[in-house]
């Protein structure tokens, strides 16, 4: 009874979709990796403790926020077969899981270093407060870019003990990233938003004007992504990562239109998978040769 219930629960919170952000938390380190050269010895070690709070945060994040959006999610069309609102998962159930994914985190964030420790309740604070955005500000998509934003610079903590600003490039252009194709897929609530008095970029500016929203945070993820690997002094495969993410990007703008929406769920869950595995590869690969 356990296990199912574990399995249903790994299905609510999308645990494949750790895909997105880890990516983008493995590069964090390996930049780090390469600025300190100190990967002999506990190298290993800390990037499988980063994997660990990587997917404590995000298992725990998501786990909040359906039980925080169980009320909204039962009246919307598209939502209401969620776990939680259809009676699958008990919200008792729910919550144990968030709090032992909590605590997993805070132990990884134990075994990396102090400061780590010190900032995990921050970072934690940050990916729960999202869950209450869309009720007061239009900005939430940015609000969740952040909580996976913070990922990159995180890992660089979890390897220097310290904070270099020039990470925050990639914590930016994570944000923008994720900011924009969650604009495209909130497109698919406008009517339930704007009936139901819920906030977010296509409620408050309609659909088209949503998706040029949504281009232009695209656009900024590309500049922060150059900018990052100039004060890097980064190499070619870098930017060839760049351009193979520019045209993911460009391809996902593409399949998606204000007055045909049939093809979200490709642009949010294929493409963007492929933007955050290609951008590793190339990076990983530009790091280590």
């Known amino acids: 009874m356990f296990l199912k219930r574990l399995r249903m629960t790994l299905d609510m919170i999308k645990f ?21 050269g100190n990967f002999a010895g506990r190298g290993w070690l800390i990037l499988a403790w980063i994997v660990v709070a990587m997917v404590g945060a995000r298992s725990a994040a998501m786990a909040f926020n359906r039980l925080v959006d169980a009320e909204i999610d039962a009246k919307n069309p598209r939502t209401r077969t969620r776990h939680i609102p259809a009676g699958q998962l008990s919200r008792g159930f729910g919550w144990a899981f968030t709090i032992a994914s909590s605590l997993i985190f805070f132990l990884a964030a134990w075994q990396l270093n102090p400061l780590c420790l010190k900032l995990a309740p921050l970072a934690q604070g940050v990916v729960f407060f999202y869950s209450y955005t869309k009720r007061f500000t239009s900005f939430a998509h940015l609000v969740l870019g952040l909580a996976l934003g913070i990922a990159p610079a995180a890992a660089w903590i979890a390897v220097t003990g310290e904070l270099d600003p020039r990470i925050l490039w990639l914590t930016a252009a994570v944000m923008f990233w994720t900011a924009g194709f969650d604009v495209i897929y909130s497109c698919q609530d406008y009517e339930y938003d704007t009936n139901a008095g819920l906030f977010s970029i296509p409620s408050a500016f309609g659909i088209a004007k949503a998706l040029h929203i949504a281009k232009l945070l695209h656009v900024l993820m590309i500049v922060s992504l150059l900018l990052l690997a100039s004060q ?12 193979a993410v520019a045209a993911l990007l460009l391809y996902e703008h593409g399949i998606v239109k204000p007055n045909d929406l049939s093809r979200v769920n490709a642009a949010f869950f294929t493409m963007n998978g492929w933007v955050s595995v290609l951008f590793f590869v190339f990076w990983a690969a530009d790091i280590l040769l």
């Open 16 to 36: 494949e979709h750790s895909v997105f952000a880890l990516p983008f938390a493995l590069t964090g380190a390996l930049l780090a990796f390469r600025q300190t």
């Open 232 to 243: 890097l002094h980064l190499g070619p495969l870098s930017l060839a990562g760049i351009g």
